[in-house]
């Protein structure tokens, strides 16, 4: 059965670093999320891609995080400037279309530590 | 402000007992009520809920949405240790032409032998 993944599974960084997190989607879809959980917090919507580029994005995400399609293939996240606080469980989904389904498929996540 | 509530935020029960989990919410643009069981990592999904009224049923587990008092259930009849797991309530969020999902805290289930 096809499924999102994601890498690195787990990446610790220092404060200050740039780090960038990989999502493969499942290969037909065409909607393309990120959300974060902070340990013990809630899951958090952070931004949508379609058509490359951003659909939708929230108030986390600000100036120091950016998406990407490079490929076709791969969907990352960058974040420029890691802060303590950007340490959660980064998760990429992705959804066939908007129409006919709404569900999304979310990849096992990456575990980002920043020290 | 846009906001999903579930109750409880935590459970332990014994196998065999049924479940009843709570999801309250307040959305702008609503458009459809989803619950995901995450268990180590990735959330995976169980049911879609877009008409009040309407129960989904898989196995042991149902939902309903009643879209008047903006609320949901997640009904688990007959748990088992397999059961455990915290429970997501996410609701779409659609103002444009791509939604995006808000989700509560979860519910801590834990089923007992």
């Known amino acids: 059965e096809p499924e999102v993944t994601q890498t690195p599974s787990h990446q610790v960084t220092q404060m200050g670093q740039e780090v960038i997190l990989r999502c493969v989607p499942i290969?037909?879809?065409?909607?393309f999320y990120w959300y974060r959980q902070i340990l013990g917090q809630k899951v958090e919507f952070l931004v949508s891609?379609?058509?490359?580029?951003?659909?939708?994005k929230s108030e986390i995400f600000d100036d120091q995080f950016s998406v990407e399609r490079p490929d076709g293939s791969n969907f990352t996240l960058k974040i420029r400037s890691t802060k303590l606080e950007d340490s959660a469980m980064y998760f990429c989904a992705s959804q066939p279309t908007a129409i006919r389904s709404n569900e999304q498929f979310f990849g096992p996540g990456t575990r980002l530590t920043v020290l | 402000e846009d906001k999903v509530v579930q109750s409880p935020l935590s459970l332990v029960v014994h196998e065999g007992d049924t479940v009843t989990l709570n999801c309250s919410y307040e959305?702008?643009?609503?458009?459809?009520l989803l619950w995901y069981k995450q268990e180590k990592k990735a959330p995976t999904f169980l049911f879609m809920l877009t008409s009040s009224g309407i129960e989904k049923k898989s196995g042991r587990l149902s939902s309903i949405l009643d879209k008047k008092e903006l609320f949901s259930i997640l009904n688990i009849t007959a748990t088992q240790t397999g059961d455990s797991a915290v429970y997501l309530c996410?609701?779409?969020?659609?103002?444009?032409?791509?939604?995006?999902?808000?989700f509560g805290k979860g519910t801590k289930l834990s089923v007992k032998p």
């Open positions: 996410a609701a779409l969020n659609y103002g444009g032409s791509q939604g995006n999902l808000i």
């Open positions: 891609f379609y058509n490359n580029e951003i659909s939708e």
């Open positions: 290969s037909n879809h065409l909607y």
């Open positions: 959305v702008t643009n609503f458009r459809s």
